[in-house]
C-alpha cells in the first residue's frame, strides 16, 4: 500500500524477538488467529512455516473461480480484491472488498470448492496456507482451531450485518456506512481512517451497493459539497467522520 502517505502507514516496531514476529504479522491475514491468543515465538514460526509461498497477483488477475477445487486460503498481505458472483444474466455481482490483513478463501471450506472468484484490484501479494497443513496444526494445537473457528463465525456475522442492514438502507445511507466501513477497517489495521484511495471504481461500488454508478458519483459530491468528505478522483478525505456515521444511521446532520 506504498500509495498510502506516511500517516498512514503500519505502526511498528523491529527487533529479534517475539514482538519482531508480531509486528511482521500485523498486516497479515492470518494475525487475527495467532496475535490475540499471546503465542510463543515458537508457535509462531510454526504457524509460520504453514505458509508455503508467497504469490504475487496482478490488477485484474484472477486469484481463483467458481468451482475450483479448495485447498488453499488465502492472507492477503499486500493489496486488495474483490470477490464477486455470476448472476442469472452472466453479470458480476460483487459481494465484498477486502485488503491486507484479511483472508480470502474460507467460504470454500465446507463446500470444498470456491462460490465465488477473486480478482485483484491492483497489483496485489497473498501468502498462500495449505489448509491440510492448517488442520494438522490444529490437532496439536486445539486453542488456534477455537480461535480459527471464533474467526470464520464474527466473519460469517459481519457479512450477514452488512446484507441486511444495506437492504434496509437509502443510497445516501448506503454510501455513508460503505465509508464508514472502510474507515473502520484501515484503522484496524494500523493505517489513516480519515485519509485513504478507493481502490475500487465507481461501477464496482455501485455494483455492490445495488446503486447506479451515476448515484454513486452523485452521492460523492453531495457529501463533499456539504463538507462532509473531499474527493478527487480516487484519494479521499474523511472530513467529518461522527457525520458520516450520522447518516449512515438515518440521522442527517445537513438536512
Known amino acids: 500500500m506504498s500509495s498510502l502517505s506516511p500517516s498512514a502507514l503500519p505502526?511498528?516496531?523491529?527487533?529479534?524477538?517475539?514482538?519482531?514476529?508480531?509486528?511482521?504479522?500485523?498486516a497479515c491475514g492470518m494475525h487475527q488467529l495467532c496475535l490475540p491468543m499471546g503465542l510463543d515465538q515458537g508457535d509462531m514460526q510454526r504457524l509460520e512455516q504453514v505458509i508455503s509461498r508467497r504469490r504475487k497477483v496482478r490488477r485484474d488477475e484472477t486469484l481463483y473461480?467458481?468451482?475450483?477445487?479448495?485447498?488453499?486460503?488465502?492472507?492477503?498481505?499486500?493489496?486488495?480484491?474483490?470477490?464477486?458472483?455470476?448472476?442469472?444474466?452472466?453479470?458480476?455481482?460483487?459481494t465484498g472488498?477486502?485488503?491486507?490483513?484479511e483472508l480470502l478463501g474460507m467460504d470454500a471450506i465446507g463446500a470444498g470448492h470456491h462460490l465465488c472468484e477473486?480478482?485483484?484490484?491492483?497489483?496485489?501479494?497473498?501468502?498462500?496456507?495449505?489448509?491440510?497443513?492448517?488442520?494438522?496444526?490444529?490437532?496439536?494445537?486445539p486453542m488456534l482451531l477455537r480461535q480459527f473457528h471464533r474467526m470464520m463465525s464474527l466473519e460469517i456475522s459481519r457479512e450477514q450485518r452488512v446484507m441486511?442492514?444495506?437492504?434496509?438502507?437509502?443510497?445516501?445511507?448506503?454510501?455513508?456506512?460503505?465509508?464508514?466501513?472502510l474507515s473502520s477497517r484501515y484503522m484496524s489495521r494500523g493505517y489513516s481512517s480519515?485519509?485513504?484511495?478507493?481502490?475500487?471504481?465507481?461501477?464496482?461500488?455501485?455494483?455492490?451497493?445495488?446503486?447506479?454508478v451515476e448515484s454513486v458519483s452523485r452521492l460523492l459530491s453531495g457529501f463533499k459539497k456539504t463538507g462532509v468528505i473531499d474527493v478527487n478522483h480516487r484519494e479521499l478525505e474523511l472530513l467529518d467522520l461522527p457525520a458520516l456515521r450520522s447518516i449512515a444511521l438515518g440521522s442527517d446532520p445537513c438536512a
Open 11 to 26: 505502526r511498528s516496531a523491529p527487533g529479534a524477538t517475539v514482538q519482531a514476529l508480531r509486528a511482521s504479522c500485523s
Open 118 to 141: 477473486a480478482v485483484a484490484l491492483e497489483d496485489s501479494e497473498v501468502c498462500e496456507i495449505p489448509f491440510s497443513n492448517l488442520e494438522d496444526l490444529f490437532r496439536d494445537m
Open 194 to 212: 480519515t485519509r485513504f484511495q478507493l481502490r475500487m471504481t465507481r461501477e464496482e461500488i455501485g455494483n455492490y451497493l445495488g446503486l447506479a
Open 164 to 181: 441486511l442492514t444495506l437492504g434496509s438502507m437509502t443510497a445516501q445511507q448506503k454510501m455513508a456506512a460503505f465509508l464508514v466501513n
Open 65 to 94: 473461480r467458481v468451482n475450483d477445487k479448495f485447498d488453499m486460503l488465502y492472507a492477503i498481505r499486500l493489496g486488495h480484491f474483490k470477490t464477486f458472483q455470476h448472476n442469472l444474466n452472466g453479470g458480476q455481482q460483487i
Open 97 to 101: 472488498f477486502q485488503m491486507a490483513g
